[in-house]
């Protein structure tokens, strides 16, 4: 069996943790594979491998340190579906439902079969010609001149409304607890399927976010209140949209397929994580 390893090595944690999880790796007759970035930091060589050997063999992709590198790992794998699992290195991370000392329990648990895989929906966003793909989110904000923006909302070529406003995300369920929960959107169970509109900062009371079924297709345009705006996907590709442009929205046709520890529920997980029930002193 072997293991890929996609690791954020600028984590205070990340060395120790690495290192102890190569250890039990190769304790249990399993090759791990450190991706070439993270082995110059941590200088661990020995077991570098590139993106494409790792998608080529292995059997489970770790990715060790935030909902970033997490998200860096679904567009590596993209329509490949092998199994990812998230190990939290630090911070709040809704995407990686493993702390960092629970890492070698769960991969016991996977290699015993105990555990959950959530198959979790993934947004094709086209614009121009360029195609990406978001396990989160793709948000359109207002320029570097700060002015209110103008988008014209449609939903399968049915116009649905104007928007005035900085900004506005589409987002997957997986997504809801991400850059939308910040701009008030509702948290939706991760593995249905549907598209969260959440407009920012909006400059019309009536403005409030809407669920859209998965099977639509949401196309956003530029209106002239503004001659620009920037285009985000997860938070990690970028472009500039330009007045009269159009952004589409659609489900893609592939998954991605999370590691999700048998023994939790969701619930458990985002109580925890948004510290629900407990009372500020």
Not at 52 to 72: F, H, P, Y
Not at 96 to 115: C, I, P, Q
Not at 153 to 181: E, R, W
Not at 202 to 215: G, K, N, T
């Amino acid at each position: 069996m072997k293991i890929g390893l996609i690791v954020n090595p600028q984590k205070p944690l990340a060395k120790n943790v690495v290192a102890d999880l190569i250890k039990f790796l190769l304790k249990k007759k399993i090759s791990p594979m450190l991706d070439r970035a993270a082995a110059k930091v941590l200088r661990i060589t020995k077991i570098a491998a590139s993106d494409k050997e790792i998608l080529a063999s292995a059997d489970l992709i770790i990715a060790l340190g935030g909902d970033g590198t997490l998200l860096r790992t679904a567009r590596m794998v993209s329509d490949k579906e092998i199994p990812i699992m998230g190990a939290n290195l630090g911070g709040l991370g809704f995407l990686t439902m493993f702390a960092g000392d629970e890492v070698k329990h769960a991969v016991s648990d996977f290699l015993n079969k105990n555990y959950r895989e959530e198959k979790r929906m993934v947004l094709l966003v086209t614009y121009k010609k360029e195609q990406f793909f978001a396990l989160n989110d793709c948000a359109i904000n207002m320029g570097p001149d700060a002015r209110v923006i103008e988008l014209i909302l449609s939903s399968n070529h049915n116009f649905i409304c104007k928007l005035f406003a900085d900004g506005v995300v589409v987002a997957t369920p997986t997504g809801s607890t991400a850059y939308s929960l910040s701009a008030n959107g509702p948290i939706v169970y991760p593995t249905l399927e549907a598209m969260l509109v959440t407009p920012l900062c909006p400059h019309i009371l009536s403005a409030r976010p809407l669920i859209v079924p998965a099977l639509e297709t949401i196309t956003l345009e530029l209106g002239e209140r503004a001659d620009f705006a920037l285009l985000t996907i997860d938070g990690q590709e970028q472009r500039n949209l330009h007045t009269g442009e159009k952004v589409a929205i659609q489900k893609a046709g592939y998954y991605i397929h999370l590691i999700a520890p048998k023994a939790k529920s969701y619930y458990e997980i985002l109580r925890n994580k948004m510290k629900w029930g407990e009372r500020g002193e």
